[in-house]
């Protein structure tokens, strides 16, 4: 059965970091595109950083380049989403997502709470 757990999520003060990791199972994680998106109170879901298959071709939005770093180990079919220097503003639920042309799975979120 396709699984993708989120963890790593939680409060932290402005400035400071979080690590949010991605587990996969039940598909072909080497072969997907994995994508790290995230949703505010009252706002549209949004993309904030994609990997290639391979982990040689990444995406941010504008709005995290220069503080956030998407990554991912294909042995331990995990993800990673490094965010540096977080603002209020990256309070969200933050989503993973594996995509290929056979397959589209979402995980179930992970709060990410920045505020004093």
């Known amino acids: 059965q396709m699984q993708l757990v989120e963890s790593g999520g939680g409060l932290v003060q402005p400035g400071g970091s979080l690590r949010l990791s991605c587990a996969a199972s039940?598909?072909?994680?080497?072969?997907?595109?994995m994508k790290w998106y995230r949703q505010a109170p009252g706002k549209e879901r949004e993309l904030v950083a994609s990997?290639?298959?391979?982990?040689?071709?990444?995406n941010y939005a504008d709005s995290v380049k220069g503080r956030f770093t998407i990554s991912r180990d294909n042995v331990k079919k995990t993800v990673y989403l490094q965010m540096n220097s977080l603002k209020p503003e990256d309070t969200a639920v933050y989503y993973c997502n594996g995509a290929s042309y056979y397959f589209n799975y979402w995980g179930q979120g992970t709060q990410v709470t920045v505020s004093s």
């Open positions: 990997i290639g298959s391979a982990g040689g071709s990444t």
């Open positions: 039940g598909f072909t994680f080497s072969s997907a595109t």
